[in-house]
């Protein structure tokens, strides 16, 4: 009988150690739910789809942006880091689909698509809306710019007569131009004939952008402008179709336009600018979240993008200086050679403003004198 006793007296021991044990996991497991339930389990308040509270209420949705340029170049890339920081934002509700240059078409093509609601968002350079937007033609104006990119990049951030004035011609096209930015200095390239004074473009075949300000620049030093896409540019230098070309040093080289050329001058006589567009119905049917969203990533974006080229317009610069198979001489002009292309290149500004501005030249009065501010 007693040892009876003594086995259920045992059993009873082991049963109540387990009982507690068992108390004090279900106790811990609920003080850990309680504390971790705001998100500290790997889940979000809002139901776990790993969007935070400020981004519940924005819908999944999927956006097209295009760019002028290919994997790897300046545009590409931003918009690329444009779609990591969307996602980001919208705890991945915001999906941005970068496309590289023909993945849709031509530089034409994509600016229609846009106007079309066809992509929501393009990077684009105001050379190939010359024909729509007669104020965008203001930056094809040769030495119009600071030297000294930082400034550059500064007064196009900041210019009421670009954010504001010129932005409001682009809108009645169906495009809202967001920001304005540099993808770096232009310089010449050419084959034949070394370009160093304004008599070396007498008759020269310039391939350029299809805008009739950039043609008008050209033909003032005595060149023969040849509008073409960028698509066919490298077989018409290589044929001798065209003998020359203007473009950021990132992009002569990633191109190759440097192999069939002979030259490069350091010129520096304009800035590449492009814009971060959107399709202006589309945008402005955004909720304001999504809307300040956006604005916010395209400020941010104005440092890194000014960042990116410069480092790219640096790498290429060495790059073409070492290339040994394919040499080219490299010219760079003193500021009295400069001078005198800046000489041949005012007469155009009177042109700009009587014969291609709809406004009478006020928006380009406007930002020079932002640019006299700038530079005082």
Known sequence: MDSHIKFFKGVIIIFKKYLFGLIAILSISFLLVACGGNGDSGEEADGGDGSSEDTADIEAQTWRFVTEEVKGQVQYEYAAEFAKRMDE????????????????????????????????????????????????????????????LQTTQDILTNSEALNTDLS??????????????TEGAMQWTSSDVAIDEPSDFEGFLMRTQTSPLISESYEAYGAEPTPMS?????????????????????????????????????SSHNNYVAMTTVNTDWFNDLSPEVQDMVNETVNEMQDWVFDEQKAQNEEFLETIKNNDSNPTEIIELTDEQREAFREKAKPVRDFYIEEVSTVNGDILNKLQEEIDAATE
């Open 89 to 148: 934002k919208s705890g991945g509700k915001i999906t941005i689909e970068p496309y590289e240059y023909g993945g849709l078409g031509s530089e034409s093509d994509q600016v229609e698509l846009l106007q079309n609601g066809g992509v929501e968002m393009a990077v684009m350079s105001p050379g190939f809306t010359g024909n729509m937007v007669a104020e965008g033609q203001v930056f094809a104006l040769h030495f119009l710019f600071p030297d000294d």
């Open 168 to 181: 409001a011609r682009y809108e009645e096209y169906g495009i809202t131009p967001l920001s304005y930015w």
């Open 230 to 266: 960028w698509s066919e540019l490298y077989t018409a230098l290589d044929r001798g179709t065209v003998q020359g070309q203007e473009n950021p040093i990132f992009f002569i080289g990633d191109a190759s336009f440097h192999e069939v050329q002979d030259y490069m001058t350091l």
